[in-house]
């Protein structure tokens, strides 16, 4: 019996070892961005994010410019807890969770703040990981670019939603082809990395988006108006390998949920702080920005609104609804 209870004493302080050991190694933390805290909304969250965990002694290492791979790469690397950390595009984030597709509903937010405060309040994000986790995933918040959702174009100013249906617009998935057909313009989808190209060829005529994404990605001078329509936040997601996170003792996961609070807090007050600094960069690259006239956004979420079942269950969204009283 005591060599029973001594083998299982040295097998629980192995395992103990173990884990300990895999906390102490190097949080490996990946991104598609560059590492500017000037311009990169990611960058924001993740420096503040690593800073946090330093002063716990954990180290973290950081690749930036998709030198871990693309998108999906990531993706599955995260998943697999080959990296600790990723920030990923929403739409990742719906290939893992059905019910995070209720979250980007355009028009259901109009601004970050009522996001947080819904997230915050609704419990969404046990929904989202209860999803997410079978593919090993856990979503552990999410980083703001800067600004909401509005209207770019190369043809003509946008100030009612007539103004749309001479426009072919550039989408990102059949959930948004949905969107703009509603508003009776054409849609086509066009991969974000040939955008550039859509617009200058005429395939596509505009996109919708914040300026801080015009701005990230070059486009300043291939757009000629900007219509802001408050449709919604413009985040990215952090991914977490839950195998990692899981294999952490309770006090490194206070160390790394409080390490995620503080990177939320510093993007939030960046983004808050940049939106007028990017407006002010797409004017001065001679975008000129159109608001919409008195009653058309109206119109726009009416439209839209009229979709939003064929891209989230009637249930979720009634869900989200509530929180939002």
């Not at 302080?13 to 102490?24: D, K, R, T």
């Not at 946090?52 to 807890?81: C, W, Y």
């Not at 219509?227 to 991914?239: I, N, Q, S, W």
Request: include cysteine.
């Amino acid at each position: 019996m005591k060599k029973f209870k001594a083998l299982c004493c040295a097998a629980v302080g192995s395992l103990v070892l173990s884990i300990n050991a895999y906390a102490a190694e190097p949080v490996v933390i990946a991104f598609a961005g560059q590492e500017n805290l000037q311009t990169d909304a990611e960058y924001v969250f993740i420096n503040a994010f690593s800073e946090s965990l330093k002063k716990h002694g954990i180290e973290t290492s950081i690749h930036p410019s998709n030198s871990m791979g693309k998108e999906a790469d990531r993706f599955d690397q995260v998943s697999q807890g080959l990296i600790n950390v990723n920030i990923g595009n929403v739409g990742s984030l719906f290939k893992a969770s059905e019910f995070s597709r209720t979250l980007f509903l355009p028009f259901l937010f109009s601004v970050d703040q009522q996001f947080d405060d819904v997230i915050a309040k609704s419990g969404a994000l046990d929904k989202v990981n209860e999803e997410a986790s079978v593919l090993g995933l856990r979503v552990a918040g999410f980083a703001m670019r800067g600004g909401t959702l509005g209207l770019f174009n190369i043809s003509h100013p946008v100030t009612t939603i007539d103004d749309v249906k001479s426009l072919r617009l550039r989408a990102q998935n059949g959930d948004q082809v949905k969107v703009f057909e509603s508003w009776g313009a054409k849609a086509t989808i066009v991969s974000w990395s040939e955008t550039p190209a859509a617009l200058q060829t005429g395939v596509a005529e505009g996109h919708l988006n914040p300026p801080s994404t015009v701005v990230a990605a070059g486009q300043v001078d291939l757009l000629s108006y900007f219509t802001p329509l408050d449709a919604g936040p413009v985040p990215k997601v952090v991914f977490l390998s839950e195998d990692w996170y899981a294999s952490l003792d309770d006090e490194t996961k206070g160390f790394v949920d409080q390490a995620v609070r503080d990177g939320v807090e510093e993007n939030r007050k960046w983004a808050n702080k940049q939106i007028p600094t990017f407006e002010k960069m797409i004017v001065d690259g001679g975008i000129e920005i159109t608001p919409l006239k008195a009653g058309e956004r109206e119109k726009f979420v009416a439209a839209t609104k009229s979709v939003w079942a064929d891209a989230a269950a009637p249930e979720n969204i009634a869900f989200i609804e509530e929180y939002m009283k």
